[in-house]
C-alpha cells in the first residue's frame, strides 16, 4: 500500500504554498480526495488522516461505500450523472460538481423536492473540446445558468472542469483560466439563486497551475492513494 499520510503531507503542503499566490489562505481550499477504485478501509485511513470530502465518479461504487463509511464526511459526485441515477445519487452526495443539461438539472430539482433536499450542485463546463463528452459548452453556459435559476430545491454554488490530458502546461493553464473568467462573467450578471462561492479544478497532475488559476476546490485521487488498479 502506497503511503498514505506521505503522500497527504506533501499535498496539504503543496496546498499550502500554491494557494497564497492566488489569495486564498490554505484552509479555503477543499481537497477532496478521489477514492474511485479505493477500497473501504484505506478511504477509512485517509479519514483518520484529516480528509473530510470523498469524491465518487460512479454513483453505483459510491453508494457501496457511502453504506460502509459512518463518518461524517462531505461527499462529492464528480462524474458524468445519468438521469435514472439521480435519486440515489441525491440521496447521498452532498455536492454534484457535473451538471452539464437541463434536462439533468431537472430531474435532480425533481428528486431533490421529493427527497425534501435543497441539493448544491456546480455546472460542469467543457472547454477542452473534443477530450471529455461532457461538460456544458461555454456558448450555452449562461442559457443553462438562467435555466437553472428557476429550480427551487437546487442551489448553484460554482463551476467544475476538467483539464485536457497534456503536458502542454500552458494549455491547461489556458482552460482554468478561462473558468474563473466565465465565473467572474457570471457573479457579474447577479442571477437569482447562484453563486460563483467554488471553482472545482485541478487533479494530481495539474492542481497547482489550478491553484494559481484560483481553484478552491481540488479532486486528488492517485497524488493521495497511489495508482489506480485499472478497472
Ligand atoms: C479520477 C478523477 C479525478 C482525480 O484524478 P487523479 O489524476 O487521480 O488525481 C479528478 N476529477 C475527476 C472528474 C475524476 O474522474
Same mark, same amino acid.
Given at each position: 500500500? *502506497?503511503? %498514505? +499520510?506521505?503522500?497527504?503531507?506533501?499535498?496539504?503542503?503543496? $496546498?499550502?504554498?500554491?494557494?497564497? +499566490?492566488?489569495?486564498?489562505?490554505?484552509?479555503?481550499?477543499?481537497?477532496?480526495?478521489?477514492? &474511485?477504485?479505493?477500497?473501504?478501509?484505506?478511504?477509512?485511513?485517509?479519514? /483518520?488522516?484529516?480528509?473530510?470530502?470523498?469524491?465518487?465518479?460512479?454513483? @453505483?461504487?459510491?453508494?457501496? +461505500?457511502?453504506?460502509? $463509511? &459512518?463518518? &461524517?464526511?462531505?461527499?462529492?459526485?464528480?462524474?458524468?450523472?445519468?438521469?435514472?441515477?439521480?435519486?440515489?445519487?441525491?440521496? !447521498?452526495?452532498?455536492?454534484?460538481?457535473?451538471?452539464?443539461?437541463?434536462?439533468?438539472? @431537472?430531474?435532480?430539482?425533481?428528486?431533490?423536492?421529493? @427527497?425534501?433536499?435543497?441539493?448544491?450542485?456546480?455546472?460542469? $463546463?467543457?472547454?477542452?473540446?473534443?477530450?471529455?463528452?461532457?461538460?456544458?459548452?461555454? #456558448?450555452?453556459?449562461?442559457?443553462? !445558468?438562467?435555466? !437553472?435559476?428557476?429550480?427551487?430545491?437546487?442551489?448553484?454554488?460554482?463551476?467544475?472542469?476538467?483539464?485536457?490530458?497534456? *503536458?502542454?502546461?500552458?494549455?491547461?493553464?489556458?482552460?482554468?483560466?478561462?473558468?474563473? *473568467?466565465?465565473?467572474?462573467? !457570471?457573479?457579474?450578471?447577479?442571477?437569482?439563486?447562484?453563486?460563483?462561492?467554488? %471553482?472545482?479544478?485541478?487533479?494530481?497532475?495539474?492542481? #497547482?497551475? /489550478?491553484?494559481?488559476?484560483? /481553484?478552491?476546490?481540488?479532486?486528488?485521487?492517485?497524488?493521495?492513494?497511489?495508482?489506480?488498479?485499472?478497472?
Amino acid at each position: 500500500m *502506497d503511503n %498514505l +499520510k506521505e503522500n497527504l503531507d506533501k499535498i496539504l503542503q503543496n $496546498i499550502k504554498e500554491k494557494a497564497s +499566490k492566488s489569495g486564498w489562505a490554505a484552509e479555503e481550499i477543499t481537497l477532496v480526495a478521489v477514492t &474511485k477504485t479505493v477500497g473501504i478501509e484505506e478511504i477509512k485511513e485517509a479519514i /483518520a488522516l484529516g480528509i473530510r470530502d470523498i469524491g465518487e465518479n460512479k454513483v @453505483q461504487e459510491a453508494l457501496a +461505500k457511502y453504506s460502509n $463509511i &459512518k463518518e &461524517k464526511v462531505n461527499w462529492h459526485l464528480i462524474g458524468h450523472l445519468q438521469t435514472n441515477k439521480v435519486k440515489p445519487a441525491v440521496r !447521498i452526495f452532498d455536492l454534484i460538481h457535473s451538471v452539464d443539461t437541463w434536462k439533468l438539472a @431537472q430531474e435532480i430539482d425533481r428528486q431533490a423536492r421529493r @427527497q425534501n433536499k435543497i441539493q448544491k450542485i456546480l455546472v460542469e $463546463i467543457n472547454l477542452s473540446g473534443e477530450v471529455s463528452k461532457y461538460g456544458c459548452p461555454k #456558448e450555452e453556459a449562461f442559457s443553462l !445558468i438562467r435555466d !437553472i435559476t428557476k429550480l427551487t430545491n437546487t442551489r448553484l454554488l460554482g463551476l467544475m472542469t476538467m483539464a485536457p490530458l497534456t *503536458d502542454n502546461q500552458g494549455l491547461v493553464r489556458g482552460v482554468f483560466r478561462q473558468l474563473k *473568467d466565465l465565473s467572474i462573467k !457570471i457573479n457579474d450578471q447577479h442571477f437569482n439563486n447562484v453563486e460563483m462561492k467554488y %471553482l472545482s479544478m485541478g487533479m494530481t497532475g495539474d492542481f #497547482e497551475i /489550478a491553484l494559481e488559476e484560483g /481553484a478552491n476546490i481540488l479532486r486528488i485521487g492517485t497524488g493521495i492513494f497511489g495508482e489506480r488498479k485499472v478497472k
